[in-house]
């Protein structure tokens, strides 16, 4: 064996390397295959990404092929690497498609009709909406949008364009602050959904990060659930339904213990998966019953879980379950719609939307403490397009200002009014009969110009003026579609993600038991 010395960049690809040890050693290059910490080098990856470091040992082997032969593996390889690589620009628009949808979910706000558009919402675990802060709401819900396009891809056992997604949302939750994420279940199935994706893609050299997101589970589910499931008991009436998620929990730990050589902690986690299985098998007869009374799949499994195998308790918690889900889905509507016809009055009255949403969650839906919310915090009477700069070059026509100077306002004061909003008459009428005719600090510009000036071709006097829109409709359609696509992977069910049939969870804990019991095998 001849050992020779090559220096080059961790940031070439492997094609690049394997080029550069065959010109400089005279192999033909697509003769030899290139060995790297037990690993053939991956052509189309840089080193770097590959885990390569400085002063590495490679090893490089020699293939005897006929000249035949080689064309054909040089053709193979070319087209395994495009192949490789319109897969993952595919991936790329996919995923870019699915960021667009989100954002554009995740920013529709309660002014917006809930008959007629489509928006994404958070609920705590009986259906009701939950408070949060804008800008943690937003995250959370690009979270949990890349989430359930994961969660899609797992369920047609696309495990490798369903990684991307996951691994995604885990860095959304992570934007949600820590206090989030131990509340709510969420992070704590991701958790679980990256590691299943893991194992079904035999991505051994993510076993360290595998055993801390299963800590990091385990962690969640505690602080979540309590420590003997007290708190899931108190709202939810049983914990029957989240043992699925514990049984893949144990199920994934027992596969870490096993590929990290603790064979005893593997064989204790892999006997509680088994036993939760034996616990949670549901018979198929009395599926068939519940179908037969109009229940879904779904429920029936929910349904039997919670009530543990009691086909009449399961038929009558179902029941009770969908008219809950029904009266609370009618409350939250009819709460948006009073939101909404709230905001549009205020918006008829000349306040922008940011203002109108903002005062309404502070008064608590009494639109005439929204009104004075709004005038004694002048900030919120500028729209987040006005600037308060010296030298403003909006032209304020002059009929508008002998407007409200017939009303009895100084001319200046006036001018400066409709200068600050716009040219919008309602809003400075408004503000400078609070403010006894004046303006207040917070929106007086620093230069008290009073100059007058000529009446502008397109003023802004109607309250209801909006921004124009700009770009094509081919751009509009991309938006619907980007939309259209995460709503297709909502599931219906919001316990949708308790519902593992557990088939292909009892062919792995019984693959995983039969390697234990082999290594327990004393050798003769």
């Not at 918006?347 to 949403?357: L, P, Q, T, V």
């Not at 005062?359 to 915090?377: P, R, T």
Request: proline share 3%; charged share 30%; hydrophobic share 35%.
């Amino acid at each position: 064996m001849q050992k020779n010395i090559l220096e080059t960049k961790l940031v070439i690809t492997g094609k690049e390397l394997r080029s550069q040890i065959a010109e400089a050693y005279g192999f033909e290059e697509n003769c030899i295959k290139v060995i790297i910490n037990k690993k053939q080098l991956e052509l189309g990856k840089t080193l770097e990404e590959q885990g390569i470091t400085h002063n590495v040992k490679v090893m490089v082997l020699e293939l005897k092929l006929s000249e035949e032969e080689t064309r054909r593996k040089i053709r193979e390889e070319e087209i395994q690497y495009e192949e490789e690589a319109l897969k993952k620009k595919e991936i790329s628009q996919r995923m870019q498609r699915t960021k667009r949808g989100l954002e554009i979910l995740a920013e529709r706000e309660d002014s917006l009709d809930p008959d007629t558009t489509p928006y994404l919402d958070i609920a705590n675990q009986t259906g009701r909406t939950i408070q949060i802060p804008p800008q943690a709401k937003k995250a959370l819900l690009i979270a949990m949008g890349y989430h359930e396009k994961g969660r899609a891809l797992l369920k047609k056992k696309e495990y490798a364009v369903a990684l991307p997604y996951l691994l995604d949302a885990d860095k959304h939750f992570c934007e949600c602050g820590s206090v989030l994420l131990t509340t709510v279940d969420n992070y704590a199935v991701l958790q679980l959904d990256i590691v299943w994706c893991y194992y079904h893609l035999g991505q051994l050299e993510c076993l360290d990060d595998a055993e801390k997101k299963l800590v990091a589970a385990h962690d969640c589910f505690r602080k979540c659930y309590g420590e003997h499931h007290e708190r899931l008991v108190t709202i939810k009436g049983s914990s029957g339904r989240e043992k699925a998620l514990f049984l893949r929990l144990y199920l994934l730990e027992g596969i870490s213990h096993y590929h990290n050589g603790r064979e005893k902690e593997a064989a204790e986690c892999l006997q509680r998966a088994h036993s939760l299985f034996q616990e949670l098998v549901i018979d198929p007869e009395k599926i068939n019953s519940l179908l037969l009374l109009g229940f879904s799949a779904q429920e029936a499994r929910l349904g039997l879980r919670a009530c543990e195998g009691n086909l009449e308790h399961a038929a009558n918690h179902i029941s009770s379950r969908r008219e809950e889900k029904a009266l609370i889905r009618r409350e939250e509507r009819a709460k948006r719609r009073k939101q909404l016809e709230g905001i549009n009055s205020l918006k008829s009255m000349g306040y922008s939307e940011r203002a109108a949403r903002e005062a309404l969650h502070k008064s608590k839906g009494n639109i005439e403490e929204a009104v004075k919310i709004i005038l004694d915090n002048p900030q919120l009477l500028l729209s987040n397009d006005d600037a308060l700069t010296p030298g403003d070059d909006f032209q304020v026509p002059q009929q508008s200002i002998e407007q409200l100077v017939y009303m009895g306002f100084n001319p200046g004061i006036a001018e400066q009014a409709l200068k600050i909003f716009r040219g919008n008459i309602q809003l400075a009428i408004q503000t400078l009969l609070h403010y006894g005719g004046s303006l207040p600090a917070d929106l007086q510009t620093p230069s008290d110009s009073t100059t007058t000036s000529n009446e502008s071709s397109s003023s802004k006097d109607s309250p209801t003026d909006s921004a124009g829109t700009s770009g094509a409709s081919t751009d509009e359609d991309m938006e619907v579609d980007a939309v259209s696509e995460i709503l297709e992977d909502i599931p219906e069910h919001e316990e949708d993600y308790l519902d593992l049939t557990l088939e292909e969870e009892e062919v792995v804990i019984k693959e995983y038991l039969s390697y234990i019991r082999h290594l327990q095998v004393p050798s003769k």
